[in-house]
């Protein structure tokens, strides 16, 4: 069964660029949430998704944004960039609705920004 | 919000040793979550434990869910280079977000 797919792995960017990010989650799992992981914050919540609604957002400014396709798939985007959004972006499925079902983890996208 | 709060810091310890780490909360969780991550990956589900006082297996590690349900423990036992990474404790806090702890590093000396 594959797992959690992210894509790029690595991304360049500029300040003032935006960037997509994409993640397919595991097979039947209908929720996708994004985390962002830096060596100071650790990580941290951004937004979840469950049929294609955002049901809960992180303490991010409104340059961080996500959608969820019907077929479960997500993107995040980050527009305007700032040094400060270099990170690994992590993006995590589970099953359904329940919070108390474990989520499991693509292998990021690293992002810099230079 | 809630805060998890993880120790040890790091921990460097020879192979063959036990492990053990915890993990405390401001706040009462219903489920403890342990994750390990790997350099260039991302946390991979260790241990998941829905009931206070629930003492769980997955080969070397055991963990636990604390009676108060504002604690977790992990220990490893034996252990072997390769369990060398970061190990993170987190719970499910207000709608399906994951709060995480800090993380562990853990370095196993040959």
């Known amino acids: 069964k594959a797992g959690v797919t992210q894509t790029p792995r690595y991304l360049i960017k500029t300040r003032g660029q935006q960037v997509t990010l994409s993640c397919s989650p595991i097979?039947?799992?209908?929720?996708v949430s994004w985390y962002q992981q830096t060596p100071g914050q650790g990580l941290q919540f951004l937004f979840e998704y469950f049929s294609e609604t955002q049901r809960n957002k992180g303490n991010f400014p409104g340059r961080f944004s996500g959608r969820q396709f019907s077929n479960s798939r997500s993107e995040m985007n980050v527009s305007t960039l700032e040094l400060g959004d270099s990170a690994l972006y992590l993006c995590?499925?589970?099953?359904?609705?329940?919070?108390?079902?474990?989520?499991?983890f693509g292998d990021g996208t690293r992002l810099s920004i230079l | 919000g809630q805060q998890l709060n993880q120790s040890p810091q790091s921990m460097f310890i020879q192979e063959g040793e036990d492990v053990s780490m915890n993990c405390t909360s401001s706040s009462i969780f219903n489920t403890w979550l342990w994750y390990k991550q790997e350099p260039g990956e991302g946390p991979v589900l260790l241990i998941a434990?829905?009931?206070?006082?629930e003492l769980t297996s997955n080969g070397r590690l055991t963990a636990q869910f604390g009676i108060t349900r504002k604690d977790s423990f992990l220990n490893i036992s034996a252990s072997i280079p390769s369990d060398v990474g970061i190990y993170f404790c987190a719970g499910p806090g207000s709608a399906r977000q994951l709060t995480f702890g800090s993380g562990t590093q853990l370095t196993v000396l040959p």
């Open positions: 995590a499925s589970s099953i359904g609705a329940d919070s108390n079902q474990p989520q499991h």
């Open positions: 434990l829905y009931k206070a006082g």
């Open positions: 097979s039947g799992h209908r929720s």
